[in-house]
């Protein structure tokens, strides 16, 4: 019995040391916030087309600090975050090397990647308003700052403040507005709220659906995934209820945020890292961020889907979407003040 | 006799490394600046202090109700399904609080079937037309946490009610005392407390749960102080606070134990034999074992099962045979690496060791009551360090599986000594005594004595550390090496963009995995009450 038990444990140690010679010499390693089977396909097209092999190490929260530790030792060589104020603090935290790359530079558009070529947006996300199909009229609601309006009295819902996205948004109000009249507004939306902030954007389609609320604050791609979900079709029928609205159509544009990526400074693939960089930025995996994802793609060259041309062309806030990240701190302590 | 000795020092030294991601938390906790502060004494840090505490009293009373009612009465009482209850009171354990969270949602809210049914009983037309509570609530979190959190307090105070001798009972008989009151309750008060402890440091530490209802606790102030406000130095302070709550909380429990004695005098008696009683008793006594059952896993388990019928959920069976056979073999790895750490400390700062050294070993398993992100990241600090230090040529795989290794021990190393403590402390050190006076070496006093007195107790903290690591997630997604995906991660990453319908088979093989050590611990504490 004691025999059996030793050799049980040598074997799983066994394992685990000789899993390590499976290893192919040819890869490039990612540090990812964002969920693999989201960019499984991407990284599945690359290895197909340059042999190059993808690991992933996906995480929420603390690839940042692991990086850190790391230090020189780190096996990472690429870094994808799905918000600029993560990116911007590998930035700061001076990790990331200055790619001069005439493919990244062509593909992506000067407000969309760092001003010394550090750090790459790979998709746009915009954040819109979902208003209900039944009660809200058409052209009712057009900039972002309406939603502080009393006649939305007990009519809205959000996501708590504090996730990325509402912080982000805040700090694109802060930009263009001000801070004192970016917490007058975001006090007055907290006054406007249906329910406690809860969920995902997901779950306010559905609450517009369930007659919860009539307007809510939504990033365009989940209205996509919710409009062809087979796995689960009752979600279909919360797409049905809505419209979307781009807001801020007739002066700064639509608030947008950025998914995007930067090589590491101790990275010991560079080249495959900057190849894979590179190959996120051409128009096949451009198109594949808009037909899978129903992201915007940030390659003005590549046609978009025909689902998003079907919520029709907007006009983006062209702010640099840096100062997003700047602003993100200040935006916090005005949430945290107005309880949103 | 000098305390410094070939026992103490040697784990004297381990304690030490093991605490000290803790260590590098609250240096950094230090170094940070303090700037953040009125800021948050003004705004948030009032109301997260008091949710903290609501949810910490709210659970604890219910986990201690769920859980000492039910070990009372499956230990004392004949009533039908009585042996059943015995094992199966602790299969929520295998149930993880963020799953439990998402199909209570999904079973409650507006669009589930339990709102739907009513509309279409009552004939109601939409949510103004009637009031349900709503499930994201103070409320439905101390309801959700509870009914998975009290197998805790069930298990530890289960072992020691079997092992109570009868002659304690008689007495009280004698008397005519209540023997619950007089002779129960007050002598399983070690496991009891370590139950209760147990419970609330997880209800502390615990992310999944209150951000998926949106409850603003200290845990999800941290989080917005570390990524919104870009502060890990402001994030580490707020733990600190969160782990002198917990310090406070111990300290309180060691000091209301200090005189007492919970050993038996006597060697080992016949324990108690099963109580039959009457008919509506006995429905009484089945429905209230039921209850936490029905909601700590039966409707969970029927929800996943559910979604995996109605095909939403991804099956690919050899990416799960896969991350099932990396799950059990790191967990019971872990847990083994756990179990004699534990062991040998709790000996140790029992028998040999000077009050220093005894804070020491008690300031090692303190690691679960940070959210667990957070000790992640002390973990990643501490490591950057010693691979500054010394600089190991490991390779990524190996190195990454060792420090989860590590970082499990940090974690879950409080139950393992929460579990042990209470058998010890059931030990009469006149044995220990006798022994040396015999000139036993204190090996073979282990050996001989302590092991096979605290057997149950050793086995009953293996399976805790192993159905918990099973779950872990925050730990295990953070200091993973590459590729490498346990049950937990792979739910993860649907689950955390609310679609666990998707992955909700992994979800259900969690549970399952769970399952064989359960069945398994249960018949071994009944066969050793037995003997």
Request: hydrophobic letters at 45%; proline letters at 4%; a positive charge.
């Amino acid at each position: 019995m004691k025999n059996q038990f030793t050799r049980f444990i040598v074997f799983f140690i066994l394992i685990f040391c000789f899993s390590e010679s499976l290893y192919a010499k040819n890869e490039v390693n990612v540090y990812s916030y964002r969920q693999p089977i989201l960019i499984n396909p991407f990284f599945e097209e690359f290895t197909k087309k340059t042999g190059i092999k993808v690991n992933v190490l996906h995480a929420k929260k603390g690839l940042l600090e692991r990086v850190l530790a790391e230090g020189a030792n780190t096996p990472a060589d690429l870094i994808l975050t799905v918000d600029i104020a993560r990116l911007n603090q590998f930035l700061k935290n001076d990790l990331l090397i200055e790619i001069n790359s005439n493919v990244l530079s062509q593909n992506i558009p000067a407000h969309l990647r760092d001003s010394n070529n550090k750090w790459f947006a790979l998709s746009k996300r915009a954040r819109i308003l979902a208003v209900s199909k039944e009660r809200v009229p058409l052209n009712s609601i057009k900039n972002i700052e309406e939603l502080a309006e009393p006649k939305w009295r007990g009519k809205i819902c959000t996501r708590p403040g504090s996730h990325d996205y509402n912080r982000s948004l805040l700090a694109s109000i802060i930009a263009a507005n001000g801070v004192k009249k970016a917490e007058e507004w975001a006090s007055n939306l907290v006054l406007n709220l249906a329910r406690k902030p809860e969920g995902n954007d997901r779950a306010q389609a559905k609450a517009i659906h369930e007659g919860v609320c009539d307007v809510a604050v939504m990033n365009t791609y989940y209205f996509g995934k919710m409009k062809f979900n087979e796995k689960n079709p009752e979600q279909q029928e919360w797409a049905k209820s809505i419209n979307l609205v781009f807001t801020n159509q007739e002066n700064r544009g639509n608030h947008i945020n950025v998914a995007g990526g930067g090589v590491l400074k101790y990275s010991k693939n560079k080249d495959n890292a900057i190849t894979l960089l590179e190959f996120l930025t051409q128009p096949k995996a451009q198109e594949l961020y808009s037909t899978m994802n129903f992201e915007y793609p940030v390659n003005s060259s590549v046609i978009l889907s025909e689902e998003l041309n079907s919520w029709g062309e907007f006009k983006e806030d062209k702010l640099p979407v840096e100062r997003l990240a700047e602003l993100a701190p200040t935006a916090q302590k005005i949430i945290d003040r107005v309880g949103w | 006799m000098s305390n410094w000795n070939i026992w103490s020092v040697p784990v004297g030294i381990i304690s030490l490394i093991i605490i000290s991601p803790v260590l590098a938390i609250f240096y950094s906790a230090l170094l940070g600046d303090t700037s953040l502060w009125p800021h948050l004494f003004s705004t948030v840090l009032p109301r997260y202090l008091l949710n903290t505490l609501i949810l910490m009293i709210g659970v604890g009373s219910l986990s201690l109700f769920f859980g000492i009612s039910t070990a009372w009465l499956v230990s004392r009482y004949e009533f039908p399904a009585r042996s059943f209850f015995e094992w199966a009171l602790l299969l929520p354990a295998a149930v993880p609080a963020y799953i439990i969270a998402y199909t209570y949602t999904d079973l409650l809210e507006y669009a589930g079937p339990v709102q739907g049914y009513l509309r279409e009983f009552f004939n109601w037309q939409n949510s103004q037309d009637y009031w349900f509570p709503n499930i994201r609530s103070m409320e439905g979190a101390i309801l959700v946490m509870s009914s998975v959190l009290y197998p805790y307090v069930y298990l530890l105070t289960r072992a020691s009610f079997i092992t109570l001798p009868i002659s304690y009972f008689q007495t009280s008989a004698i008397y005519g005392r209540k023997p619950f009151f007089s002779v129960a309750l007050p002598l399983a008060r070690p496991a009891i407390i370590a139950g209760l402890a147990l419970v609330l440091m997880e209800t502390i530490s615990d992310f999944g749960t209150v951000d998926y209802f949106a409850i603003e606790t200290l845990t999800l102030g941290v989080f917005n102080v570390w990524l919104g406000m870009n502060s890990l130095s402001g994030a580490a302070q707020i733990s600190s606070i969160l782990f002198l709550i917990v310090v406070v909380l111990l300290t309180l429990e060691l000091i209301a134990r200090r005189n007492q004695r919970f050993y038996e005098k006597h060697s080992r008696q016949q324990t108690l034999e099963l109580e039959n009683v009457s008919n509506i008793k006995k429905i009484l006594f089945f429905v209230i074992c039921l209850a936490p059952l029905f909601l700590g896993f039966l409707i969970p388990v029927s929800v996943l099962l559910n979604f995996v019928i109605k095909g939403y959920s991804i099956i690919n069976f050899r990416e799960i045979i896969d991350t099932t056979i990396t799950s059990i073999s790191i967990s019971f790895i872990a847990s083994l690496t756990i179990m004699f750490l534990s062991f040998l400390m709790v000996v140790v700062a029992t028998y040999k060791s000077n009050t220093f050294q005894k804070s020491v070993i008690f300031l090692a398993s303190c690691g679960y009551a940070f959210p667990g992100t957070i000790l992640a990241v002390g973990i990643v600090v501490f490591v950057g360090w010693l691979n500054e230090l010394f600089y190991f040529q490991i390779s990524y795989f190996v190195g990454g599986f060792l420090v989860l290794i590590f970082a499990y021990t940090l974690r879950f190393l409080a139950i393992g000594n929460g579990s042990i403590r209470s058998g010890v402390t059931r030990i009469n050190p006149n044995l220990i005594d006798a022994s040396k006076t015999m000139g036993r070496s204190f090996l073979t006093t282990i050996k001989k004595i302590i092991l096979p007195l605290t057997y149950t107790y050793i086995l009953v903290g293996g399976i805790l550390v192993f159905v918990d690591i099973l779950k872990e997630l925050p730990i295990t997604l953070l200091l993973r090496p590459f590729n490498f995906e346990t049950l937990a991660t792979y739910v993860y990453q649907y689950a955390s963009d609310e679609m666990l319908e998707e992955s909700s088979f992994a979800a259900l093989i969690i549970v399952l995995a769970g399952l064989g050590p359960v069945v398994f611990l249960s018949r071994t504490i009944k066969k050793y009450s037995l003997n």
